[in-house]
C-alpha cells in the first residue's frame, strides 16, 4: 500500500508531453553525470575497435566518419529520474558497424561490453545494440559531441537508462557470455529497461 | 539476476536483494540555511549505508502521481538515523516539497543506499581531499561525520582537507559543526572560499574554486590524495579538470554531479 505524501500535489506531466517512464520527470537541460574527470582525447589519438573472438577491427576518426551516418531523434531516460524528449543526434548505426567489422572477419557474438577512455565500461546484449536500436554517436543537436556529454564519440542505446549509453567510448567487445559493467558490478541493474523501471540490481 | 535471463550466477558479483520501498517518518527537522533543511528520518529496517551514498525518494499524490529524486545522506553510517540535508530548488517538483511542507510526523518513500563508487571509510584511508560546492557537501559531510567517529589515533592518521565553495556565508551548509569538527581536529582543515557575497572583514577566499586554489591548498599528486568532488555540474567539471592538469591520477578523482534539472536551469 503506497502511502499518500501529505500535501503533495506534484507537478503533473504537461497535456501532449511525451510519455514518462515510471518515477522519472520531464527535463528541458541536459544534465551530466559521470563517476570521474571528463577524459579529453584529441582526435589524432582516437579510433575506434570492435573485437571478437581474437579478432578486431580498427578505426581511425577519418575511418569512422567514413562510415554510413544516420540523425537519430529520441527520448533518452537516467536513472538519476530526468527524461529529456526529442534529442537530435547523428552517428554510426551499430548495424553498420558490425558489417564493417564482418567484413574484417569480427562476428557477432551474444554480449557486448563498452569500454570508454578514463575506464568505465558497460553491458548491453547484442540484440539490444541491432536493428536500429543503437549507434556511435558523434553529433548532438547539430554540432560535435561535446566533451563532457560523451565527445567525441558515445553509444547511445536509448530504450535503456542512459548509463548504457557509454560516454567516450572506445572499444565495443563480443563477448560469448555477459560481463557487467562499472555500474553493474556496483549495484546497477545489469539490463536497464526504464519501462519496467529497473534501476538497480534486484528490481524485478 | 536479470529479467531477461542473461547473466549467470558465476559472472554476477554478488546476489543483488531488491532495494525496497521503506517508510521514512521525519522525527526532526534542521534548518541549515534559507535554503536547506535537514530532514532526520527513523525508516525502520534501514540496511546500513556508507558515506558518499544516497537514496531515492518517491512522494505520491492523492491521485496516485508519482515521482522520483535523489538525495546524498548526510548522516554518517554510526547514526541511529538516517539525514538527508535538501537544497529547495527554483520551480523544484520535489526540493520544495521537502524543504517547505514536509512537517515532523510526516511519512514519505525512500530506498536505498545507492552508489557504490563515490564513497569513503575510514579503512580506506587517506590522505581525503574533498572539495565541495553548495549543497554538494552534503556527501563530503557524511565522510567527515564518519571520519570523526573513528579513534584519535585513525582519525589522526588521515589528511584531511575540505575546501568548500559557497556563495555567501549565510548559505554555508553545517557552518558551526565544520568550524568545532576543525577545532577539535588537528588533522582536519577546513577552508571556505565565497564567491559573492564575503561577510564585512572576511579575509578569506572570495572567487571560484580555481586549479591555483587548489594548487595552494591540496596535498601534492605525490602523495596520493583520495579526492573527492560534489557540486554542481560546472563546478565540478573545473575541479576534476584542474585536479588532472596539477597531475592527479584521473582515477583517484571521485566525482558527483548534481544540478537544479526541470525548471532552474
New interface residues.
Partial sequence: M???????????PEPGAGKLP????????F?????????HTPLASWSFTLTAGGKSARWSWAEFEALPHEAITTDIHCV???SKFGTKWSGVPIDALLAAGAVQGVQPAP?ALALSD??YSTNV?LADLTNGQAWIAVAYDGGPLPA?HGGPARLLVPHLYFWKSAKWVRELRLLP????G?WE???Y???G?PW?E??????? | MTANGTASSESAPYTPQPLAWRLATVIRIVQETPRVRTLVFDVPGWPGHRAGQHVDVRLTAEDGYQTERSYSIASPPEDAHLSLTVERLENGEVSSYLVGELREGDAIELRGPIGGHFVWSVADGGPLVLVGGGSGIVPLMAMLRHRALATPEARGAIATRLLYSSRAWNEVIYRDELARLAMADPALTVSHTITREPPPGWTGFRRRVDRAMLEELVEAPRERPRLFVCGVTPFVETVADSLVGLGYEPAAIRTERFGPTGGAA
Fill in positions: 503506497t502511502p499518500i505524501s501529505r500535501g503533495f500535489r506534484g507537478r503533473h515510471p518515477g522519472q520527470y520531464e527535463t528541458h537541460d544534465p551530466v553525470l559521470s563517476a570521474g574527470p571528463t577524459p538519476t529520474k530526468w554480449f578514463g575506464g546484449p563532457e557470455r555477459d560481463d557487467p562499472f558490478r556496483l549495484g541493474h545489469n539490463y529497461d519496467r529497473q534501476r538497480y540490481a534486484g528490481d524485478p
